[in-house]
Nanobody, 120 residues
Framework: QVQLVESGGGFVQAGGSLKLSCRGS????????MAWYRQGPGWPRELVAT???????NYAVSVKGRFMISRDNAEIAVDLQMNSLKPEDTDVYYC??????????????WGQGTQVTVSS
């Protein structure tokens, strides 16, 4: 229903910044919530930030004040600006979209993930 592609990951030193972008394609749907998750080897998936259709945002305590999520309601687009990065932020980051298709059925889509590595 919706295909998502992340970009912007890479290598950065502690204290640096990165901006992750997620762009999607699809039709006959409405997007309710966009979010970023992250997951490291052997660890459960963690919610990083969410943003609703009205712009309401929520952040994990570990990233609050350092990360900022934003979206473009004119298209399937959500970004994550990451500042003051720490080594513990090292993970694969995934874009997530929740909404309803043309039949009014809820759906969820995931991107393929983008690696973020923060060195000490």
């Amino acid at each position: 229903q919706v295909q998502l592609v992340e970009s912007g990951g890479g290598f950065v030193q502690a204290g640096g910044s990165l901006k992750l972008s997620c762009r999607g394609s699809g039709s006959h749907f409405s997007i309710a919530t966009m979010a970023w998750y992250r997951q490291g080897p052997g660890w459960p998936r963690e919610l990083v930030a969410t943003i609703s259709s009205d712009g309401t945002t929520n952040y994990a305590v570990s990233v609050k004040g350092r990360f900022m999520i934003s979206r473009d309601n004119a298209e399937i687009a959500v970004d994550l600006q990451m500042n003051s990065l720490k080594p513990e932020d090292t993970d694969v980051y995934y874009c997530n979209v929740r909404g309803r298709n043309g039949l009014g059925i809820n759906f969820e889509s995931w991107g393929q993930g983008t690696q973020v590595t923060v060195s000490s």
